[in-house]
Every structure is written in C-alpha cells, then in structure tokens.
C-alpha cells in the first residue's frame, strides 16, 4: 500500500469513528454538538491518526486496537485548534478553509466545544474495545496523552509561545518551544503505538521516539517556513499571520534559506534513526518525506 491510499485509509477509518462517537452522544446540548462535530469534521490532513497507523502496523499492533489513540489524539488535536484561534490567542478567522469555530457559531460556544473534545480524547481511551491482553495498557495511553497535551507538552508549549512574542529567544529555547507545542502530540502518536506492541526491544523503541521528536520539530520548521511562502487558499489559514503577530519562527530567526537548510537536516537525521529500526520502515520514510516537502 503506497503512502496515498495508507493515508486515505486511515483518514477514512478515524473520521469513521469519530463522526460515529459524535453521533452517539446525547441531543441535551445541541449546538454544543453541532460545534464539537464542526471542528473535528470539517477536514484535517489527519497526520497525527496517520502515525498511529502506519507505526502501529509496522510494529504488528491489531488495527482495531489503534482505533482508540487515533480517534483520541485527533480529538486533542481538533481542541488545540479551537482554543489557538480564539480571540484571546492566535485571533484567526479561517482554518482548514473555513470559518474558525468561535467565528461559525460563537466564542463561548468554542470554548466548551474545545474543553468537551479534550475529555472526550479520555472518554475514548478508557472505553474503545481493546484486546483483552493490552487492557491493562489502558492507563499507559492515558498518561501519554495528557502529558503530551498538558503542562509538559502542547499547553506549556503554547504558554511559551505567547511568552516568546516580540521578544528575542535563542534557537535552543525555540526548539524547546516547537518541541511541546507541536511535537509532543505527534511523538505521543509513536509512543501510544510503542506501547501497544507486545516484542520491541529498548534500542528500537529508542530509535523510534528520536525518529518522532524529529519529524514533530520537522513539521513545525515547515510550518514556519509554509507561512512565509504559501497561499492562504492552499493553506487553509491566513497566510503571514505568524508574521503580522511577531511570533518567534525560523524563518524570522534564521532567515528562510537557512531555516530550509535547518529543516532538510531533520529530514536526514528523521531517516536515520529510521534506518536503525530492524523493521519495513518503508511508510514511515513516505510519511517524512511527504512532511519536509508539503505545500499545506
């Protein structure tokens, strides 16, 4: 299976899932709902669920048991978006070529439809079928999940990210930066999958969350660089809008032919700590490729 169809599959199977959990829950607060499914539906490259899969498949974990981590952390994901385009933050109006939510229903209403997606991440995670020999991995999943989302990953990323406006940080605390507010979602996507296999050795399981880190500071080097370069109808947001608030980026800090040169050094150092796993890395290696050179 090539990267395309692997990626259209498990785009189709985590939509599938989630659209059938909105659905499930009760009509006591219908706009809330409306809003929930609004953000979680109206579209998404879906990367983080792609992870789950294709490091879950290569590692022989049973499809059905990434079920849950995929759904979850697209959850999560869909909530940070919310929260991160409100008024209060990143005050954008489009995302994924849409009205942002505070913007397509209201800014309360946005607030609790991303507070109800968070726990409904969890809610997830502690009852998705799962076989009976890893459910006692169950309170593992939830771990990775809120230390990735919390204080130690994406929120403390964030508050570090409105911290670093107008102001001058090195390239160190950047990547530090990046490193929680991107890449500890992404790198909870290896790690949920890690630990759904049931024979992984230390050293590969090593290899594996070096190849994560990577590819989760890689996607946001191309973030930066695609807010400078790429149009805003490709995009699916404003263009320039990191630029126009000041935000700390590599491009602004390095410039954007050696923050290019930055990003194709994570590219190779991503691949070889692939090239150490005893394992058909082959959709992974897609999967990095297709994050250095993507245009949205």
């Known amino acids: 299976m090539n990267l395309t169809t692997f990626q259209q599959t498990s785009r189709d199977r985590v939509n599938s899932s989630l659209s059938q959990t909105i659905n499930a829950l009760p009509e006591h607060s219908e706009t809330l709902k409306q809003a929930m499914e609004y953000a979680l539906l ?10 789950v899969y294709a490091t879950g498949k290569m590692l022989s974990v049973q499809e059905k048991d990434l079920d849950g981590p995929a759904a979850a952390i697209e959850a999560i994901h869909a909530y940070s978006l919310i929260h991160d385009d409100l008024p209060a933050m990143d005050d954008d109006d489009l995302r994924r070529g849409h009205p942002t939510c505070h913007i397509q229903f209201d800014e309360a209403t946005a607030i609790l439809a991303g507070d109800a997606l968070q726990t409904l991440a969890f809610e997830i995670l502690c009852d998705y079928p799962l076989s009976s020999e890893l459910a006692l991995k169950r309170i593992e999943l939830v771990k990775i ?13 964030q508050a570090m990210d409105l911290a670093a406006t107008d102001q001058h940080i090195t390239q160190q605390q950047l990547a ?6 991107t890449g500890a979602l992404l790198s909870a996507c290896v790690e949920m999958a890690i630990a759904l296999a049931t024979d992984i050795t ?13 590819i989760g500071l890689a996607f946001q ?17 404003p263009q320039g809008s990191d630029q126009a608030q000041n935000k700390s980026t590599y491009p602004a ?7 290019q040169a ?12 692939l090239r150490a796993l005893p394992y058909n890395t082959q959709m992974l290696v897609s999967f990095t ?7 949205y």
């Not at 930055?262 to 700590?273: N, S, W």
């Open 42 to 51: 109206i579209g998404g490259k879906r990367m983080r669920p792609f992870l």
């Open 145 to 157: 999940v809120s230390q990735a989302a919390g204080y130690h990953g994406m929120c403390g990323g």
């Open 176 to 181: 530090d930066l990046h490193g929680k507010k």
């Open 202 to 214: 230390p050293e590969s399981r090593q290899n594996l969350m070096i190849f994560a880190n990577t």
């Open 221 to 237: 080097v191309q973030d930066d660089i695609l807010d400078v370069v790429a149009d805003s109808t490709v995009l699916g947001k």
């Open 253 to 259: 800090m390095l410039g954007l032919e050696q923050a």
């Open 262 to 273: 930055y990003l194709d050094g994570l590219h190779q150092q991503a691949l070889q700590a």
């Open 289 to 295: 490729d297709f994050v250095i050179h993507r245009t």
